[in-house]
C-alpha cells in the first residue's frame, strides 16, 4: 500500500520560512519524480516544485529565488523548504509521485496535504 504523508504546515508569520517534509513508503521512491503542489482556497491547485530520481529540479515562479526543494532517498523523503513567505503562500501544499515515463504502471500519488497559513 502506497502512503505519502507530509508535515511541517502550520501558521507562519509573513517572512519567515518553514520546512514541509513528504514521508513515502510502498513505493520504489529513488524512481519517482517527487513534486510539491497547492491548493488556494477558490483557487486550482498549482505545482510549486519537482525533483526527479536524478535530482534535477524545477520550481514555478511564485517562488523560485526562495524555495529549496530537495530529497533524501535512504529516508524516502522529500523536503520543501520556503523562505520568506507571504501570504500568498497560503494553501494546502500537497506531496505526489510520478513513475518513470517508461514505466507500464503510470499510477500517480498523492499524499492528504498539509495547511500553511502565513498570517501575522
Known amino acids: 500500500q502506497v502512503q505519502l504523508v507530509e508535515s511541517g504546515g502550520g501558521l507562519v508569520q509573513p517572512g519567515g520560512s518553514l520546512v514541509l517534509s513528504c514521508a513515502a513508503s510502498?513505493?520504489?521512491?529513488?524512481?519517482?519524480?517527487m513534486a510539491w503542489y497547492r491548493q488556494a482556497p477558490g483557487k486550482q491547485r498549482e505545482l510549486v516544485a519537482a525533483?526527479?530520481?536524478?535530482?534535477?529540479?524545477n520550481y514555478a515562479d511564485s517562488v523560485k529565488g526562495r524555495s529549496v526543494i530537495s530529497r533524501d532517498n535512504a529516508k524516502d523523503t522529500m523536503y520543501l523548504r520556503i523562505n520568506s513567505l507571504k501570504s500568498d503562500d497560503t494553501a494546502v501544499y500537497y506531496c505526489?509521485?510520478?513513475?518513470?515515463?517508461?514505466?507500464?504502471?503510470?499510477?500517480?500519488?498523492w499524499g492528504q496535504g498539509t495547511q500553511v497559513t502565513v498570517s501575522s
Open positions: 505526489k509521485a510520478e513513475p518513470p515515463a517508461w514505466w507500464a504502471d503510470e499510477t500517480n500519488y
Open positions: 510502498g513505493i520504489i521512491f529513488s524512481a519517482y519524480t
Open positions: 525533483i526527479t530520481g536524478g535530482r534535477n529540479t
